[in-house]
C-alpha cells in the first residue's frame, strides 16, 4: 500500500485535512478535471441506465470520475467510466476489498485506475468511516452528480458536503413518487437538474478527448469465442454481457 506524497489540494477544503492518504494505482488521474457522482444502492432501472450513460459520455472527454465503490450507483458510476478513468475512494484499509460483491471491480479499479483511502491496513469499514469516505469522494470532484436518493439517506450528507464546500450539485429528474432526496432538492432549487445529457456532459472536458481503451473490449473486438474470453478474463465478461457493453451470439463475443 503505497502514500500520497502530497495531499490533493482539493482536499484542503474538507473539514480535517487528512494526515495520509494511501492509494493504488494511477495517480496521474488526480491531474484530470473530475466529476464525483453518488446516488442510492438500489438504484432503479431508469437510474441505472442514466448513471452508466452520464459516467461513460463524462470519461470520453476526458473527465475522471470519483465514486465510493459501494453497489448501486457508485459501482454503475464507475463502470460506466472504465476502470482506467475512475477513482474508487474507499470506507476501509486498501487490504480489504468492501463490498465483496464488487470485489472484480475494486481489483480492477486498482489494476487500472486509483483506489484511495485515508485508513490503514486491516482497518474495517465503520458507519463513521463511510461518512469520511463520503466527505472525500466529494472533495475531490468538481461538481456532484446524485443521480438518486432517499430524503434521509447517506448521499444527502455528501450533497450537505459538497454545498457546504460550495460545489455545484446537480442531479437527475424522476417521477414524482421516486427519489424524494433529488426531488427536494430540485424544489428548493439547491441542486440543478440535468435534463439533456449531451448539452450537460459538453460543458465538461474536451470532445477531442480519447480516454484510455478498454483491454476487455480491445479483446473481444477480435472475434473471441465465449470458452477463450471467459478463459482469460472469468467473470468479468458475464458483468460486460450484463451491462449491455458485449453480447454473446452462436458461442461468440460481439461489442455492442
Known sequence: MNVLRNIP????????????????????????????????????????????????????????????????????????????????VMANGLDIIYPKVNRTLIESIAAEGLVLSQFESGFTATRWSFVVRNELVVALGDVLIVTQADISSGTMRSVAYAQAMGKPVYVVPHRLDESLGTQELLKHKTAQGIYDIEAFVAGFGRAEFTCKKDELLEYCRRGISYEEAVAHYGDRIMEYELEGRIKIEHGNIYVV
Open 9 to 88: 489540494p482539493e482536499l484542503h477544503v474538507m473539514k480535517k485535512l487528512p494526515k495520509t492518504v494511501y492509494y493504488e494505482g494511477n495517480t496521474e488521474l488526480l491531474k484530470q478535471p473530475k466529476i464525483a457522482i453518488v446516488g442510492s444502492r438500489k438504484p432503479s432501472q431508469y437510474t441505472k441506465e442514466i448513471t452508466y450513460t452520464l459516467a461513460s459520455k463524462l470519461a470520453a472527454r476526458g473527465v475522471c470520475i470519483v465514486s465510493g465503490a459501494a453497489m448501486g450507483v457508485d459501482a454503475l458510476a464507475h463502470k460506466g467510466a472504465g476502470s482506467a478513468n475512475t477513482i474508487a
